[in-house]
Nanobody, 120 residues
Framework: QVHLVESGGGLERPGGSLTLSCAVSGMLFLPTDMGWYRQVPGKQRELVAV???????NYTESVKGRFTLSRDRLKKTVTMQMDRLKPEDTAIYYCYLGEHEGFVVTKELWGQGTQVTVSA
């Protein structure tokens, strides 16, 4: 059984920094995308940053230049450094793992979610 174990998050002031980490517990047998999504009440969950099986990292436009996703494939971890935080970054952040069969994601796993609040 594969699980995603998240850490980090919390309360930070605008302009500050936070770090989110996620580790895979269990064995992986297929290529995977891995990264972070976020969700605020009443809105759809949105991609924040995801590293793909091709090694490319996709960022949502609003975090480009401020957030940096790092992935260690051997350790099965991702870390997202969030700098110059803004109040609109406030959300529950979810670690994401997408297993591929070829180019198709056939299975998705989610972490339990961690709260990030940016407020003065």
């Amino acid at each position: 059984q594969v699980h995603l174990v998240e850490s980090g998050g919390g309360l930070e002031r605008p302009g500050g920094s936070l770090t989110l980490s996620c580790a895979v517990s269990g064995m992986l047998f297929l290529p995977t995308d891995m990264g972070w999504y976020r969700q605020v009440p009443g809105k759809q969950r949105e991609l924040v940053a995801v590293n793909t099986i091709g090694g490319i990292t996709n960022y949502t436009e609003s975090v480009k230049g401020r957030f940096t996703l790092s992935r260690d494939r051997l350790k099965k971890t991702v870390t997202m450094q969030m700098d110059r935080l803004k109040p609109e970054d406030t959300a529950i952040y979810y670690c994401y793992l997408g297993e591929h069969e070829g180019f198709v994601v056939t299975k998705e796993l989610w972490g339990q979610g961690t709260q990030v609040t940016v407020s003065a």
